[in-house]
């Protein structure tokens, strides 16, 4: 029987395959696989083809070919059966690329084969008219799907100037009909890991581990990196794609000085004096491990059980003096050390009663601090914002904008920090003072019912220089300047005062001339070791 196909007659069917495509657009558009397979198939009978395979993709954009593994498979079984295959069909050309460039660029590679490229809604052939008319639907596919694009573009720009979000919403929040809210399992427990970070007492890595404890979908050090970097969680929005900084109608989840206070800890801005040192590889057996170190030459005791696991032994790791200490005696003449340091009940008052004088003070000065750094800000915030209406206007080049935004990034950081302090405004302080007292008035008793990080904590804060065992026996050059202070609070002549540093006057009642020693402050950056030690972070 002989069939039609293109004005030429044929005696035998030749095989053509079917190329079907719809984006998730266009489920709703009489776009359906099986609407376009039934079209191309009538179409392909009434030339004279044979459907020789049916290639269906859902679901993905015309964009970009090497997003179609399907459109891809196709052109590898027609290059492989290039013999046999005489025609692509399809139901429109926008099936195959909305970009001009693409279309052609597959039409080429068809006509290379040999193999004729049909569409079965549209005229399409090899005659000049007909190649000029395919260009042409294809310039206005790709025409339709540049207008999509822009008012995809225009709707993301005006929904983020509202302060919507236009992507995934960060860690800790839900997208619930195109509003971040609050996730009620994760919100408080990121919540609280800014505010430990605010502290300035963990590393990222130290705080990737503990929100991996908290089960917190934490991937990597990275991931906090980002996220304690991210404004989104002190109200403000940020794109890549647009200079501004707007508003968002999401609820903070930190405060303006938080955040920034963060900042300038991530930037290394937070040079706190008395940082405590870390310790690794706990093991819960052998608390004092790298913490007690050997008399003789100096090294970090280890730990290790006997032979048959029946006694554990201290010893040093250089093996300089072949005496193994059973725990047993370490820990018991730790304990009567700490009893015979612990500051007696008349100066830790005294202290107490200082530290809330200086507390107060601290106070005053902070509320002064926070008005001229408010105002700072709001200066800041208007020169941004001047920037970035000159950018939009192209008065400023891209690169300009960019230098002059980090500056001003800067001395907003710098602002926010100069008016944070996390530690006043979150502890109640004659809580903290009472919680003082009862953990330092019997160092003995605290250190036996301390888990092993806070007694870890309390240790390097009293014994800052650290502690030897002298066979037997302890020895220790002297005393953290913190806990020192609480220990001289009682003696006469002590005044604790406020500021970077303090200058306390020794008595001078003996006739000779006084001298002053400077101490470390006792408030601002010292609450945050308090806070440690006393085990409230």
């Given at each position: 029987m002989n069939t039609l196909q293109n004005n030429f007659i044929t005696s035998d069917p030749k095989k053509a395959v079917i190329y079907i495509r719809v984006s998730s657009e266009e489920q709703v558009e009489n776009f359906s696989l099986k609407t376009q397979e039934e079209i191309c198939r009538r179409d392909a009978?009434?030339?004279?083809?044979?459907?020789?395979?049916?290639?269906?993709?859902?679901?993905?954009?015309?964009?970009?070919?090497?997003?179609?593994?399907v459109l891809l498979g196709m052109i590898d079984y027609c290059r492989k059966n290039k013999k046999e295959v005489k025609a692509v069909y399809v139901y429109r050309l926008d099936r195959l690329s909305r970009q001009t460039a693409d279309y052609l660029a597959l039409r080429k590679r068809f006509y290379d084969m040999g193999i004729a490229l049909i569409s079965a809604s549209e005229p399409?052939?090899?005659?000049?008219?007909?190649?000029?008319?395919?260009?042409?639907?294809?310039?206005?596919?790709?025409?339709?799907n540049d207008v999509r694009s822009e008012r995809t573009k225009n709707g993301m720009r005006a929904r983020f100037l509202m302060g919507l979000v236009t992507n995934h919403v960060p860690l800790g929040y839900v997208n619930q009909g195109g509003y971040a809210t609050k996730d009620?399992?994760?919100?408080?427990?990121?919540?609280?890991a800014w505010d430990l970070m605010a502290t300035g007492s963990k590393s990222l890595k130290e705080m990737q581990v503990l929100m991996k404890k908290w089960d917190l979908p934490i991937a990597g050090a990275q991931t906090v990196h980002h996220m304690f970097r991210n404004k989104f969680y002190m109200g403000l929005l940020t794109s890549k794609s647009y200079p501004e900084e707007v508003k968002g109608q999401h609820i903070p989840m930190v405060t303006a000085e938080q955040f920034y206070k963060v900042q300038a800890i991530l930037d290394g801005r937070n040079n706190n004096p008395n940082k405590m040192p870390k310790y690794t590889r706990d093991n819960p057996d052998f608390p004092l491990r790298r913490i007690v170190a050997c008399g003789k030459c100096g090294t970090p005791f280890t730990g290790g059980w006997s032979k048959y696991h029946q006694y554990a032994y201290y010893f040093c790791r250089k093996r300089c003096v072949y005496i193994s200490v059973p725990v047993a005696d370490l820990h018991t003449d730790l304990s009567k050390l700490l009893k015979t340091v612990s500051p007696s009940e008349e100066g830790l008052k005294i202290y107490c009663n200082n530290l809330l004088k200086t507390y107060n003070q601290q106070l005053t000065k902070l509320k002064r601090k926070k008005g001229v750094a408010d105002t700072e800000i709001t200066k800041l915030q208007a020169l941004r914002q001047v920037l970035i209406e000159k950018n939009m206007a192209g008065i400023y080049s891209d690169e300009i904008f960019k230098e002059q935004n980090a500056m001003i990034e800067e001395k907003l950081i710098e602002a926010h920090a100069a008016k944070s302090d996390e530690l006043i405004d979150k502890?109640?302080?004659?809580?903290?003072?009472?919680?003082?007292?009862?953990?330092?008035s019997d160092l003995s008793a605290t250190y036996s019912t301390s888990s092993l990080s806070q007694l870890r904590s309390l240790l390097s804060t009293i014994f800052m220089s650290g502690f030897k065992w002298s066979y037997p026996g302890y020895s220790y050059q002297g005393f953290g300047p913190l806990y020192q202070a609480i220990r001289d609070a009682e003696k006469p002549g002590i005044n604790v005062g406020c500021g970077t540093w303090i200058r306390t006057m020794i008595d001078a009642s003996k006739g000779r001339r006084p001298t002053?020693?400077?101490?470390?402050?006792?408030?601002?950056?010292?609450?945050?070791?308090?806070?440690t030690l006393l085990f409230l972070v």
């Amino acid at each position: 029987m002989n069939t039609l196909q293109n004005n030429f007659i044929t005696s035998d069917p030749k095989k053509a395959v079917i190329y079907i495509r719809v984006s998730s657009e266009e489920q709703v558009e009489n776009f359906s696989l099986k609407t376009q397979e039934e079209i191309c198939r009538r179409d392909a009978k009434y030339k004279g083809y044979e459907v020789d395979q049916v290639f269906r993709e859902e679901g993905r954009s015309a964009k970009n070919i090497m997003g179609r593994p399907v459109l891809l498979g196709m052109i590898d079984y027609c290059r492989k059966n290039k013999k046999e295959v005489k025609a692509v069909y399809v139901y429109r050309l926008d099936r195959l690329s909305r970009q001009t460039a693409d279309y052609l660029a597959l039409r080429k590679r068809f006509y290379d084969m040999g193999i004729a490229l049909i569409s079965a809604s549209e005229p399409t052939g090899n005659s000049p008219t007909e190649k000029l008319l395919e260009t042409v639907l294809a310039s206005f596919a790709q025409h339709d799907n540049d207008v999509r694009s822009e008012r995809t573009k225009n709707g993301m720009r005006a929904r983020f100037l509202m302060g919507l979000v236009t992507n995934h919403v960060p860690l800790g929040y839900v997208n619930q009909g195109g509003y971040a809210t609050k996730d009620s399992k994760s919100f408080d427990l990121y919540k609280k890991a800014w505010d430990l970070m605010a502290t300035g007492s963990k590393s990222l890595k130290e705080m990737q581990v503990l929100m991996k404890k908290w089960d917190l979908p934490i991937a990597g050090a990275q991931t906090v990196h980002h996220m304690f970097r991210n404004k989104f969680y002190m109200g403000l929005l940020t794109s890549k794609s647009y200079p501004e900084e707007v508003k968002g109608q999401h609820i903070p989840m930190v405060t303006a000085e938080q955040f920034y206070k963060v900042q300038a800890i991530l930037d290394g801005r937070n040079n706190n004096p008395n940082k405590m040192p870390k310790y690794t590889r706990d093991n819960p057996d052998f608390p004092l491990r790298r913490i007690v170190a050997c008399g003789k030459c100096g090294t970090p005791f280890t730990g290790g059980w006997s032979k048959y696991h029946q006694y554990a032994y201290y010893f040093c790791r250089k093996r300089c003096v072949y005496i193994s200490v059973p725990v047993a005696d370490l820990h018991t003449d730790l304990s009567k050390l700490l009893k015979t340091v612990s500051p007696s009940e008349e100066g830790l008052k005294i202290y107490c009663n200082n530290l809330l004088k200086t507390y107060n003070q601290q106070l005053t000065k902070l509320k002064r601090k926070k008005g001229v750094a408010d105002t700072e800000i709001t200066k800041l915030q208007a020169l941004r914002q001047v920037l970035i209406e000159k950018n939009m206007a192209g008065i400023y080049s891209d690169e300009i904008f960019k230098e002059q935004n980090a500056m001003i990034e800067e001395k907003l950081i710098e602002a926010h920090a100069a008016k944070s302090d996390e530690l006043i405004d979150k502890y109640d302080i004659n809580k903290l003072l009472i919680f003082l007292e009862e953990k330092l008035s019997d160092l003995s008793a605290t250190y036996s019912t301390s888990s092993l990080s806070q007694l870890r904590s309390l240790l390097s804060t009293i014994f800052m220089s650290g502690f030897k065992w002298s066979y037997p026996g302890y020895s220790y050059q002297g005393f953290g300047p913190l806990y020192q202070a609480i220990r001289d609070a009682e003696k006469p002549g002590i005044n604790v005062g406020c500021g970077t540093w303090i200058r306390t006057m020794i008595d001078a009642s003996k006739g000779r001339r006084p001298t002053v020693r400077r101490s470390r402050n006792i408030c601002g950056g010292n609450l945050v070791i308090l806070s440690t030690l006393l085990f409230l972070v």
